[in-house]
């Protein structure tokens, strides 16, 4: 066994120096969610995750094992979250009785592995006396043989071993985690022999109790005999604590170790781990051995006699490996792009157009049914669900009296469907509450009642509808968190991005038009780059046709087409694909958490001012008022089109001339607007023949 650390290293609160730090790594692990599969990977050199055989037929699997009278070791159901596991295994240390147990292993000789393993050490756990050693020996060796006290050659061996210390109490148990390091380098003790040497993290990170926790190290032997540009990298839960490797600024360095500093301090000479390259990393010693030394040496008095450590989920490979990755959470999403069927303001009364309202309501519950059955999770209507807004157009005095049932028609059967499939529904329509319109996309749960709502914040001038003033988001459990938008909202870059930033990792974009006035093309463009440029899912879910379901990298999940009433559906992981990185950043799991940090929002005061330079500078490009624009959108949407289906009337008629006097006056009248250009091209037929 090895010696225990008699000589500690002094631990100082300072900071661990990496070439780059990421906060995340893309590992072997992310491609084998709960690690089912991983132990097959070509790049896994060793797995062992105690699923199969008794505690006996598991020893078998390794070269050798410690388990006293066949008593030390037992098969636990308890396992890490996630893991897919259903057993770990457990050792127990009883002080008096055992020093616990151990299960040693080879594997091929590597010039750099890495190690990953889960453990947990009970609530009342003592000081441990060593740990899990990874290393190698040369020629390999079919048991474990440390050599404690006596330095390595350079080409018989190398060991670290991932160790707690209390560092004599100053940590209550288990206590802190170092690495416990023998290489050919190694300072001598001060008794005169060569214990290990502690290579200390930074900051101390606490070993915790009754909890499981990812710890993984990387060794990368030196290139050649004479070249100290070993590594070694030690990862907790996911997160780099410590990589030493030449050039790195240290703390003085005696025989107990050294640790690293961000001030001051000298550089690191480098790891020379080997003088003959035949030295590979080839065995892991994965160790719980306790004793009443390393309770005496942390002045611990009275310990817990029977101390329990659980491992799990062990991978030796020749890549980083990475915690376990979540099982993909995939759900299927529809956006139905239901047929117009907005009713005209020619409907006289409140009353009867609730009816229309009714009717067109029978419509979309059928479809929300019907994605309901296909297995949707969330399911999503268009812009103006209920088709009322041009009969509000032609009835501003008594939108009241309808959108006030109307709504409640819509809460009520939605909430219906949704608690009937446990479904989420996102619904949109005009909504007046306290004597005012708002365009409102409203988030029904899977109880059928209403979750919460985003108001358009930024209706087009023409539009009536009082402006929302923020971009609430909603956690789904289960699901991810959900932002919602509203049509001209989204030609904002700002509406996606503010919902980004509050956590949206979906957008249902609820429209009946597009994300660019510059056309189809750029409005695609606009598609895209609103889901890339924040890695979020976009849903756009257009009335009549075109939808579109679009990942955090730009891709085309789904699309509608020009099919009224298609319900447009996809499979997604709404917190996957967003691995993405650049050369010398390195790869990020969800680039979220890097794009987000690298915002310079001190530069950003000009997206505030309500008049910047632009403005002056288009001072005489005309546009009119919001009354200008409100007024003549609503006689576009009534009785100028009437106007203009009689115009094409008379002249499908033959009445040429008294066809062309109206397409003038409509030309002149209606501007801009579809009309007005429809007029032009109408006069421009009449005087081509």
């Keep these: 066994m090895l010696q225990h650390k008699s000589h500690f290293c002094p631990v100082f609160a300072v900071l661990f120096i990496l070439s780059f730090y990421l906060p995340c790594y893309a590992g072997l692990a992310d491609k084998y969610p709960s690690d089912e599969g991983i132990a097959n990977d070509p790049d896994v050199l060793f797995a062992e995750n105690f699923e199969e055989g008794t505690v006996a037929e598991i020893c078998k699997r390794w070269d050798s094992f410690k388990n006293k009278d066949g008593k030390v070791m037992a098969i636990s159901d308890d396992v890490p979250a996630g893991s897919g596991s259903s057993r770990s295994l457990q050792i127990t240390g009883t002080l008096g009785e055992n020093s616990g147990g151990d299960l040693y292993t080879n594997f091929p000789g590597q010039d750099k592995a890495y190690l990953r393993f889960y453990t947990k050490f009970a609530a009342d756990h003592a000081y441990e006396h060593h740990f899990v050693c990874f290393g190698g ?40 985690w170092t690495l416990y390091s023998y290489w050919s380098e190694m300072k001598i003790s001060a008794d005169g022999n060569y214990w290990g040497n502690c290579l200390c993290p930074a900051e101390p990170k606490i070993v915790p109790r009754d909890k499981w926790i990812c710890v993984e190290l990387m060794i990368k032997m030196n290139s050649a005999p004479d ?14 604590i410590a990589h030493f490797v030449k050039g790195v600024k240290r703390g003085n360095w005696t025989g107990m170790g050294f640790d690293l500093v961000e001030e001051g301090g000298e550089p690191f000479e480098g790891l020379l781990l080997r003088t003959d390259n035949a030295l590979k990393v080839n065995y892991l010693w994965l160790e719980h ?37 979540p099982k993909s959470k995939t759900v299927k999403i529809a956006a139905i792009q239901a047929k117009n069927r907005t009713f005209s303001y020619k409907v006289p009364t409140a009353q009867e157009a609730l009816r229309k309202v009714r009717s067109n309501l029978d419509k979309v519950v059928e479809l929300a049914d019907k994605a309901g059955y296909m297995g949707c999770r969330i399911t999503s209507l268009p812009e103006d669900t209920l088709g009322t807004f041009e009969w509000e157009i032609g009835h501003p005095e008594n939108i009241g009296e309808l959108l006030v049932p109307a709504e409640k028609a819509m809460l009520k059967r939605l909430g219906e469907v949704a608690a009937k499939h446990k479904m989420y529904i996102i619904c949109c329509n005009d909504c007046f509450d306290g004597g005012k319109v708002y365009n409102s996309a409203i988030l029904i749960g899977t109880d059928g009642k209403e979750i919460g709502r985003f108001n358009k914040v930024h209706p087009p001038v023409f539009e009536a509808s009082t402006p929302g003033n923020s971009f609430p988001v909603f956690d789904l459990p289960g699901i991810g968190t959900v932002g919602m938008c509203i049509c001209y909202d989204i030609v904002m870059p700002e509406t996606t991005r503010a919902l980004a930033l509050a956590g949206a990792d979906i957008v249902f974009h609820l429209t009946m038009g597009g994300a660019s006035l510059a056309g189809r093309e750029a409005s695609m463009a606009c598609f895209k780059a609103r889901a890339a440029e924040n890695f979020i899912y976009v849903v756009s879910t257009f009335r009549g046709g075109n939808s579109l379901i679009i990942s955090p990298k730009a891709e085309i999940l789904a699309e509608g087409g020009r099919e009224p009433d298609a319900i447009v559906t996809a499979d997604i992981d709404i917190q996957g694909d967003r691995l ?43 546009v009119p008022t919001r009354a200008e624009a409100i007024a003549l959108s609503a006689e576009v949407g009534t009785t100028g089109a009437a106007e203009y289906n009689e115009a094409e009337r008379l002249l499908r008629a033959g009445k040429v001339a008294e066809a062309k006097q109206r397409f003038e006056k409509m030309a002149e009248h209606f501007g801009t607007t579809w009309i007005g250009r429809a007029s032009r091209n109408q006069l421009k037929k009449i005087d081509e023949q």
């Design 227 to 240: 070249k100290a540009d070993g590594e070694l990298t030690l990862w907790i839960d996911g997160e780099q």
């Design 289 to 325: 051995y306790i004793d009443e030394g390393a309770q005496r040496q942390n002045n611990l008095e009275n310990p817990n006699r029977v101390n329990r450590v659980w491992f799990d989920n062990v991978v030796v490979a020749r890549k980083y490996i990475g915690p376990i990755a």
């Design 580 to 622: 993405a990185g650049d050369a010398h950043g390195g790869t990020i799991t969800d680039y979220r958490a890097r794009l987000f940090r690298e915002r310079n929002t001190k530069a950003y005061g000009i997206l505030l001012d309500e008049n910047p330079p632009i403005l002056n500078k288009l001072k005489d490009v005309y």
């Design 137 to 176: 020996y040369n020629p390999p060796s079919p048991w474990p043989d440390p050599k404690a006290g006596s330095r390595p050659n350079g080409d018989d061996r190398v060991q670290i071993v991932i160790d707690p210390i209390g560092q004599h109490g100053k940590y209550s148990p288990p206590g802190i």
